[in-house]
């Protein structure tokens, strides 16, 4: 885990208060200040921004590593494999597909390729569009993500702050 601007981390700790253990501990910055220009709203969202930056830092990482040791998935893939889970069909245009999961179509198309030689999913084309190409979800893909899940929900229980998960 990494945390930057005056933030010192000793071993997954964040020492001002944002992160302990994993879990970000919740501090109300309000909303921000009407005009911004003042400086003690401006540093409530510099603070806020940072310790959200740093809480995302920390479950990115937590999750690249206890996904890439229990299931030899980083986190984009594991990304791609459950938005095919959850979409119809188990079928994603590969366009909407990188939206979806904020990759360029480039990156995604090489991780595709990754998880296509792997056996999770496979390219067909679009029967509508000749261009459109759509990612499926195989068996064996359907398997490694449900495999997965367990691993990925308790990262994120663990990394997100409690007054996120209030009311799930």
């Known amino acids: 885990m990494s945390a930057t601007h005056g933030s010192t981390v000793t071993q997954g700790t964040v020492t001002r208060g944002t992160v302990t253990r994993g879990n970000v501990l919740a501090r109300d910055a309000g909303p921000p200040a009407e005009g911004a220009g003042g400086t003690g709203g401006q540093d409530k969202v ?9 809480c995302h830092a920390a479950a990115c990482a937590a999750l690249e590593r206890e996904l890439g040791e229990r299931h030899g998935l980083g986190v984009s893939d594991f990304e791609v494999l459950e938005r095919l889970a959850e979409s119809a069909g188990r079928k994603f245009r590969a366009q909407d597909l990188a939206e979806a999961v904020h990759l360029s179509q480039s990156a995604l198309s090489r991780l595709v390729d990754r998880l296509t030689r792997h056996g999770l999913v496979e390219r067909c084309g679009c029967d509508v569009d000749r261009r459109g190409i759509y990612v499926v979800l195989t068996e064996a893909g359907e398997r490694r993500h449900a495999e997965a899940v367990p691993t990925h929900r308790g990262v994120l229980a663990r990394h997100l702050p409690a007054s996120m998960l209030r009311g799930q």
């Open 46 to 54: 510099v603070t806020a921004w940072r310790e959200m930056a740093a």
